[in-house]
């Protein structure tokens, strides 16, 4: 059974920057993506990035481009990512999941292993 549980989250003033963790337990496949999504208050679920295997690719939505990172440590036990430039508007509920295989990458149906949620407020 997989499991994941995220840290990381807090609040902060615009401009500044946070970094996420989750922590992976249970073994997800040779062939996977992990991501991070994130739920505004009174919206949808989206993603916001992953990072799926066979060739390492990592996928960003077009409203964090240059400002988040995300990254895993070399066992891949760990998945991060490092927040910059936070905007109040990044203010949500950030969620770490993991699929085995491939889709979608911004799809929460692509997902089967979810983490609690941590919360980031981002206040102007």
């Known amino acids: 059974q997989v499991q994941l549980v995220e840290s990381g989250g807090g609040s902060v003033q615009a401009g500044g920057s946070l970094r996420l963790s989750c922590a992976f337990s249970?073994?997800?496949?040779?062939?996977?993506?992990v991501a991070w999504f994130r739920q505004p208050p009174g919206k949808e679920r989206e993603g916001v990035a992953a990072?799926?295997?066979?060739?390492?690719?990592?996928l960003y939505a077009e409203s964090v481009k240059g400002r988040f990172t995300i990254s895993q440590d070399n066992a891949k036990i760990t998945l991060y990512m490092q927040m910059n430039s936070l905007k109040p508007e990044d203010t949500a509920i950030y969620y770490c999941?993991?699929?085995?295989?491939?889709?979608?990458?911004?799809?929460?149906?692509?997902?089967?292993?979810w983490g609690q949620g941590t919360q980031v407020t981002v206040s102007s």
């Open positions: 999941a993991g699929a085995r295989g491939f889709g979608a990458w911004n799809l929460t149906k692509t997902y089967a292993y």
């Open positions: 249970g073994y997800i496949g040779d062939e996977y993506c």
């Open positions: 990072i799926c295997t066979g060739g390492s690719r990592t």
